[in-house]
Protein backbone atom coordinates (compact mmCIF):
# COMPACT_ATOMS: atom_id res chain seq x y z
CA UNK A 1 0.00 0.00 0.00
CA UNK A 2 1.31 3.36 -0.91
CA UNK A 3 2.54 5.03 2.22
CA UNK A 4 2.41 1.62 4.09
CA UNK A 5 6.48 0.33 4.49
CA UNK A 6 7.16 -3.01 5.22
CA UNK A 7 9.39 -3.81 8.72
CA UNK A 8 10.10 -7.33 9.29
CA UNK A 9 8.49 -10.71 8.82
CA UNK A 10 6.91 -13.07 12.30
CA UNK A 11 5.14 -16.08 13.04
CA UNK A 12 1.83 -16.21 12.29
CA UNK A 13 -1.10 -16.23 15.02
CA UNK A 14 -3.68 -18.10 12.25
CA UNK A 15 -1.73 -20.63 10.22
CA UNK A 16 1.42 -20.84 12.64
CA UNK A 17 3.78 -20.34 9.90
CA UNK A 18 6.92 -19.20 11.28
CA UNK A 19 8.03 -16.21 9.22
CA UNK A 20 4.86 -15.16 6.42
CA UNK A 21 3.59 -12.69 8.63
CA UNK A 22 4.38 -9.79 6.91
CA UNK A 23 4.60 -6.40 9.81
CA UNK A 24 3.82 -3.28 7.79
CA UNK A 25 3.91 0.36 9.62
CA UNK A 26 0.45 0.38 9.60
CA UNK A 27 -0.90 -3.87 9.03
CA UNK A 28 -0.02 -7.24 9.07
CA UNK A 29 -0.55 -9.60 6.78
CA UNK A 30 0.02 -13.29 6.44
CA UNK A 31 1.56 -14.52 2.61
CA UNK A 32 0.15 -17.61 3.39
CA UNK A 33 -3.10 -17.84 4.95
CA UNK A 34 -4.42 -14.19 3.77
CA UNK A 35 -4.90 -13.21 7.71
CA UNK A 36 -4.77 -9.78 7.89
CA UNK A 37 -4.96 -6.79 10.66
CA UNK A 38 -4.46 -3.24 11.37
CA UNK A 39 -2.80 -1.98 13.94
CA UNK A 40 -4.71 0.10 16.62
CA UNK A 41 -1.68 2.14 18.02
CA UNK A 42 -1.32 5.96 17.63
CA UNK A 43 1.11 6.02 14.84
CA UNK A 44 -0.88 3.31 12.76
CA UNK A 45 -3.87 5.46 12.82
CA UNK A 46 -1.77 8.62 12.09
CA UNK A 47 -0.72 6.64 9.08
CA UNK A 48 -3.55 5.57 8.05
CA UNK A 49 -5.27 9.21 8.09
CA UNK A 50 -2.68 10.12 5.80
CA UNK A 51 -3.22 7.79 3.83
CA UNK A 52 -6.45 7.80 3.19
CA UNK A 53 -6.33 12.29 2.64
CA UNK A 54 -5.65 10.87 -1.13
CA UNK A 55 -7.61 8.86 -3.35
CA UNK A 56 -4.78 7.36 -4.91
CA UNK A 57 -3.60 5.64 -1.75
CA UNK A 58 -6.64 3.71 -0.99
CA UNK A 59 -6.32 0.04 -0.42
CA UNK A 60 -8.22 -2.31 -1.98
CA UNK A 61 -8.24 -6.11 -3.14
CA UNK A 62 -9.57 -7.05 -6.57
CA UNK A 63 -12.99 -8.84 -6.62
CA UNK A 64 -12.63 -12.27 -8.18
CA UNK A 65 -14.25 -15.67 -8.89
CA UNK A 66 -13.31 -18.84 -8.85
CA UNK A 67 -14.45 -19.45 -12.59
CA UNK A 68 -11.15 -19.00 -14.64
CA UNK A 69 -11.98 -18.84 -18.53
CA UNK A 70 -10.81 -21.75 -21.03
CA UNK A 71 -8.13 -18.91 -22.37
CA UNK A 72 -6.72 -18.74 -19.09
CA UNK A 73 -6.54 -21.89 -17.98
CA UNK A 74 -4.61 -23.04 -21.29
CA UNK A 75 -1.85 -20.40 -20.52
CA UNK A 76 -2.07 -22.23 -16.99
CA UNK A 77 -1.33 -25.42 -18.54
CA UNK A 78 1.10 -24.26 -21.20
CA UNK A 79 3.27 -23.95 -17.96
CA UNK A 80 1.68 -27.47 -16.49
CA UNK A 81 -0.04 -25.56 -13.13
CA UNK A 82 -1.87 -27.86 -11.73
CA UNK A 83 -5.51 -27.31 -10.31
CA UNK A 84 -3.92 -28.06 -6.76
CA UNK A 85 -1.68 -25.42 -7.33
CA UNK A 86 -4.10 -23.02 -8.77
CA UNK A 87 -5.85 -23.33 -4.87
CA UNK A 88 -3.06 -23.36 -3.02
CA UNK A 89 -1.84 -20.21 -4.42
CA UNK A 90 -5.24 -18.18 -4.94
CA UNK A 91 -5.42 -18.01 -8.50
CA UNK A 92 -8.46 -16.81 -9.79
CA UNK A 93 -9.98 -14.46 -12.05
CA UNK A 94 -11.36 -10.84 -12.29
CA UNK A 95 -14.11 -9.43 -15.17
CA UNK A 96 -13.22 -8.93 -17.70
CA UNK A 97 -10.07 -9.80 -18.92
CA UNK A 98 -7.45 -10.28 -15.67
CA UNK A 99 -6.41 -13.31 -14.20
CA UNK A 100 -5.12 -12.77 -11.02
CA UNK A 101 -2.15 -14.17 -9.50
CA UNK A 102 -1.99 -12.65 -6.02
CA UNK A 103 -4.42 -10.49 -4.47
CA UNK A 104 -4.44 -8.80 -1.38
CA UNK A 105 -5.26 -5.20 0.18
CA UNK A 106 -1.64 -4.06 -0.25
CA UNK A 107 -0.61 -5.46 -3.57
CA UNK A 108 -2.09 -7.40 -6.44
CA UNK A 109 -0.85 -8.60 -10.08
CA UNK A 110 -2.62 -10.08 -12.77
CA UNK A 111 -1.59 -11.34 -16.30
CA UNK A 112 -3.86 -9.63 -18.82
CA UNK A 113 -6.06 -11.70 -21.56
CA UNK A 114 -7.84 -8.55 -23.29
CA UNK A 115 -7.55 -8.13 -27.14
CA UNK A 116 -7.92 -4.24 -26.99
CA UNK A 117 -4.51 -3.81 -25.17
CA UNK A 118 -0.81 -5.71 -25.34
CA UNK A 119 -0.46 -4.98 -21.90
CA UNK A 120 0.43 -8.42 -20.09
CA UNK A 121 0.42 -7.91 -16.94
CA UNK A 122 -1.06 -5.69 -14.32
CA UNK A 123 -0.61 -4.14 -10.67
CA UNK A 124 -1.21 -1.85 -7.96
CA UNK A 125 0.90 -1.36 -4.25
CA UNK A 126 3.79 -2.19 -2.61
CA UNK A 127 5.46 -5.03 -3.88
CA UNK A 128 5.45 -7.59 -1.16
CA UNK A 129 7.94 -10.79 -0.06
CA UNK A 130 5.94 -13.51 -1.19
CA UNK A 131 7.51 -16.69 -0.53
CA UNK A 132 6.27 -20.31 -2.47
CA UNK A 133 7.66 -23.77 -1.10
CA UNK A 134 7.68 -24.78 2.44
CA UNK A 135 9.70 -22.64 4.30
CA UNK A 136 10.95 -24.52 7.55
CA UNK A 137 12.63 -27.12 4.87
CA UNK A 138 14.23 -25.10 2.90
CA UNK A 139 17.56 -25.55 1.89
CA UNK A 140 18.13 -23.11 -0.76
CA UNK A 141 16.13 -20.12 -2.17
CA UNK A 142 15.51 -18.99 -5.66
CA UNK A 143 14.90 -15.37 -6.88
CA UNK A 144 12.45 -15.42 -10.26
CA UNK A 145 10.85 -12.58 -11.76
CA UNK A 146 7.36 -13.80 -11.90
CA UNK A 147 5.04 -15.87 -9.02
CA UNK A 148 4.62 -18.92 -11.72
CA UNK A 149 8.06 -19.44 -11.95
CA UNK A 150 8.32 -18.88 -8.56
CA UNK A 151 5.65 -21.93 -8.09
CA UNK A 152 7.31 -23.76 -10.25
CA UNK A 153 10.73 -23.87 -8.94
CA UNK A 154 9.02 -25.05 -5.76
CA UNK A 155 8.14 -28.46 -6.57
CA UNK A 156 11.09 -29.19 -6.00
CA UNK A 157 12.39 -30.32 -2.31
CA UNK A 158 13.58 -27.92 -0.31
CA UNK A 159 13.60 -24.98 -2.78
CA UNK A 160 11.93 -21.75 -1.75
CA UNK A 161 10.93 -19.74 -4.86
CA UNK A 162 10.73 -15.70 -4.50
CA UNK A 163 9.17 -13.89 -7.32
CA UNK A 164 10.47 -10.48 -7.55
CA UNK A 165 7.91 -8.85 -9.74
CA UNK A 166 10.49 -7.38 -11.83
CA UNK A 167 13.74 -7.35 -12.08
CA UNK A 168 15.19 -5.68 -9.16
CA UNK A 169 16.61 -6.61 -5.47
CA UNK A 170 14.42 -3.99 -2.95
CA UNK A 171 16.22 -3.28 0.20
CA UNK A 172 13.81 -5.42 1.66
CA UNK A 173 14.22 -8.38 -0.07
CA UNK A 174 18.01 -7.86 0.33
CA UNK A 175 17.78 -7.83 4.28
CA UNK A 176 15.83 -10.97 4.19
CA UNK A 177 17.77 -12.85 2.12
CA UNK A 178 20.71 -12.27 4.82
CA UNK A 179 18.49 -12.99 7.49
CA UNK A 180 17.18 -16.09 5.83
CA UNK A 181 21.48 -16.89 5.16
CA UNK A 182 21.15 -19.85 2.72
CA UNK A 183 22.28 -20.27 -0.65
CA UNK A 184 20.58 -17.91 -3.64
CA UNK A 185 20.19 -19.07 -6.89
CA UNK A 186 19.15 -16.22 -9.07
CA UNK A 187 17.37 -17.56 -11.97
CA UNK A 188 15.70 -14.52 -14.48
CA UNK A 189 14.16 -14.80 -18.12
CA UNK A 190 17.38 -15.44 -20.46
CA UNK A 191 17.17 -11.71 -21.82
CA UNK A 192 18.36 -9.94 -18.40
CA UNK A 193 21.39 -12.87 -18.03
CA UNK A 194 23.22 -10.17 -17.52
CA UNK A 195 21.57 -8.67 -14.53
CA UNK A 196 21.25 -11.79 -12.92
CA UNK A 197 24.82 -11.66 -13.11
CA UNK A 198 25.23 -8.61 -11.86
CA UNK A 199 22.67 -9.27 -8.85
CA UNK A 200 24.71 -13.01 -8.13
CA UNK A 201 27.71 -10.56 -7.86
CA UNK A 202 26.16 -8.24 -5.77
CA UNK A 203 24.45 -11.36 -3.06
CA UNK A 204 27.86 -12.48 -3.06
CA UNK A 205 29.56 -9.09 -1.78
CA UNK A 206 27.02 -9.38 1.14
CA UNK A 207 28.66 -12.80 2.27
CA UNK A 208 26.06 -14.34 0.31
CA UNK A 209 26.56 -17.71 -1.54
CA UNK A 210 24.93 -17.06 -4.70
CA UNK A 211 24.54 -18.47 -8.41
CA UNK A 212 23.57 -16.86 -11.33
CA UNK A 213 21.27 -19.36 -13.51
CA UNK A 214 20.81 -19.02 -17.46
CA UNK A 215 18.68 -21.36 -19.76
CA UNK A 216 17.29 -20.83 -22.88
CA UNK A 217 13.87 -20.99 -21.43
CA UNK A 218 11.73 -18.88 -18.58
CA UNK A 219 12.01 -20.85 -15.16
CA UNK A 220 8.31 -21.46 -15.48
CA UNK A 221 8.61 -23.05 -18.75
CA UNK A 222 10.39 -26.30 -17.48
CA UNK A 223 9.31 -29.48 -15.48
CA UNK A 224 9.49 -30.47 -11.85
CA UNK A 225 12.00 -33.16 -12.89
CA UNK A 226 13.63 -30.65 -15.43
CA UNK A 227 14.16 -28.44 -12.94
CA UNK A 228 15.94 -30.76 -10.00
CA UNK A 229 18.66 -31.25 -12.96
CA UNK A 230 18.98 -27.54 -13.55
CA UNK A 231 18.81 -26.61 -9.72
CA UNK A 232 21.73 -29.59 -8.69
Known amino acids: MTGSRFIQ ?4 PKCGSKDNLAEYSNS ?3 FGCKYYKK ?8 ERVQDNSS ?3 IGYAL ?5 IPQKAMQWLLKYNITQQEIDDNGICWSNPDMLVLHNSTTYWQSRVFSNITTQKYKSWGQKPIL ?9 RTVL ?3 ILSAITVSRVKGIIGIPMLGTSLSKELQNRLQQMNNPVYVWLDRDVSKKSIRMKNHLRSLGLTAKSIITDEDPKAYTKQQTEKILT
Do not use: F, W
Open 131 to 139: MYGSIDNHK
Open 144 to 146: TED
Open 28 to 30: YYC
Open 39 to 46: KDDIQALR
Open 55 to 57: VDK
Open 63 to 67: DTTDN
Open 9 to 12: HHPC
